[in-house]
Every structure is written in C-alpha cells, then in structure tokens.
C-alpha cells in the first residue's frame, strides 16, 4: 500500500494520532449488553487523503469504514474479516468495504464524486441512497464457507439499516452511531462510533433504557475533537448501566495490496495485451488499487521483463 503522508512528516503527530485511533470492547448491565467503541480520526483522514474524497463522500464512505471495525470487533480467528456492501439506485451507487481481525480497514464508493443537482436541498443521506440492498458477508476461518445475510434499504442510513440487518438476519437487537465530525473548514475533526448489541436473555427494560442514551449522546465525533476518549464517553454517558471493558485493539486504514502483486496482475495478462501496452503504453503504466487509490507505476523496463 501506498500511503499518503497527512502529517508532513511529523512523527510526533503521527504517533499520538496512531496511538488514539483505537477499538474497545466492553460488557455493561451485568452482561446483558455488549459493546465496542470505536476512535477513528486518523483512519478516516488517511482515507480521505487516499481516496481524494470531498465531504460528501468522506461522510459518507467514512461512516461505512466506522461500521466495518465496529462488525470486526467479535472476530477470533486469525484470518477472520467481514465485508460490507450497499448497492443502491440513488447518487451514491453503492460501496464495498471490508475489515480484518487485526483492525485493518480497507474500501471505496462506487461513484468517485457523488453527483447531486440541488445539495442545499438534501436534509437527509437516505435520498442519496435510494433503493437498494445492504449485504454482510463474513469470512471466518473455522467455516467452510462465507456466510452472508441482505437486507433492502429501508432507512438510508448505514447505522439505521445495520441495526435492521442485525434484527432480521441474526434476530439480535443491536444499536450504532457511526459519527464523522467537520469542522468549519470541512476539515475532519473527530471520527468513531459505538456498537451495543443485546445478548440472549437480556431484560427489555434495559435494551430500552441503552438505547434512549444513545440517541442522547449527540455527535461522537464532536466529542473526540473536544478531546474526550472513548472510555471516558461510555463511563459517563452510560453510567447507571455500570460498562466494563475488557480490552483494546489497534484499528487503521491498511491495504496489503502491493507492487508485486500489481506485477502479478500484469504477469498473468495475455502476450497480445502485454505486446499492446509494450507497443502504445502510455508509460508509466499506472495500476490503481480500488480499495485504498494508491498507484503503482511500471516503466517500459518493467513490461520488457514481464514479457520476457
């Protein structure tokens, strides 16, 4: 992967920036609810930077990224990982995103730019969306095969239709606030969320009261600008419920795509493409990864050995 610097080679910065972008996992109401808070500033600007993306799309692709480390926050397996995936009629197209044990967060939006005739008159992203499906796919070392759930969009909103695809698809009562915080300057300030879901058996009484304080807590991401940390949040805005947490995990923008396996692509094409991009280039020949924008370059040299 090739990874924009958005810290100007600054690093102290990058360090402290690394060492806040985390996932914590945490019990609360005597183990009737379980839940991960996620911090993601940095991953959603290093996305952004990658991707090129303007506001629209950096909200809109940075939720779906906030989403997938909050799934990937149950995983065990060592090759565990879930993709998530929206297509839809409106603006938007769709997205593909995925996210691995280790926290590493990788995907884009089928539309680049996301093209709308009269923005001012947009009061919510579920006209952006439109009609379509949202699909969950997990890949987990000890099945024999994927599993995947659908569920249409009915809402328009990825935490909303989450939240449902957890309902019909694995029955379980499950919350999300997937939050990305713009400052004045349309700057990213603050960037996370949270996953609360109800274990089996839990009281009625208390998936209701869990959920009424998470439509109290407001902007997550303003609150991780203000400089409040994810522990902090869930101690005092979910206090009566008594959270526990039990650990901690990095969580980062990673791709492992690379220029050998770019070279690989390249090996593995026809000798009468090889020929034609050794005959008409343009060179360098630019492959770019879809999941993370970066751009690996070949010079005729390179195609000349690859021929050979």
Request: charged share 25%; net charge negative.
């Amino acid at each position: 992967m090739i990874k924009n610097d958005i810290f100007n080679k600054d690093l102290k910065e990058q360090l402290k920036a690394s060492a806040k972008d985390k996932i914590y996992r945490f019990i609360m109401a005597d183990g009737m609810i379980k839940g991960a808070v996620v911090h993601s500033t940095r991953m959603i600007n290093e996305m952004r930077s990658n991707h090129e993306t303007g506001l629209l799309e950096t909200l809109i692709l940075g939720q779906a990224y906030i989403a997938a480390s909050l799934i990937c926050s149950g995983l065990k397996g060592k090759n565990d990982r879930i993709s998530l995936t929206i297509e839809c009629s409106g603006p938007i197209k769709g997205l593909d995103v995925e996210a691995n044990v280790f926290g590493e967060v990788r995907g884009y939006l089928k539309t680049p730019q996301i093209e709308v005739d009269n923005p001012e008159e947009i009061n919510s992203l579920s006209h952006l969306f439109g009609a379509g499906f949202l699909t969950v796919t997990q890949y987990l070392e000890n099945a024999s095969s994927p599993y995947s759930g659908q569920v249409a969009l009915e809402h328009g909103s990825i935490a909303e239709d989450l939240a449902n695809y957890y309902v019909v698809s694995e029955q379980t009562p499950s919350g999300f606030i997937l939050s990305v915080f713009f400052d004045d300057k349309e700057e990213v300030k603050g960037a996370g969320g949270i996953f609360l879901q109800a274990m089996p058996g839990a009281d009625p009484e208390v998936i209701s009261e869990a959920e009424k304080m998470m439509l109290a807590l407001g902007s997550l991401g303003e609150l991780f600008a203000g400089g409040q940390t994810p522990e902090e949040i869930i101690q005092n805005e979910f206090a009566s419920l008594k959270p526990k947490f039990l650990d901690s995990s990095r969580v980062e923008f990673f791709c492992r795509c690379s220029k050998d396996k770019m070279t690989g692509y390249l090996r593995s094409l026809a000798k009468e493409d090889k020929n034609d991009l050794l005959e008409n280039g343009p060179f360098p020949v630019i492959i770019r990864c879809h999941n993370c924008n970066s751009a690996y370059q070949f010079n005729k040299a390179d195609l000349m050995r690859l021929a050979d």
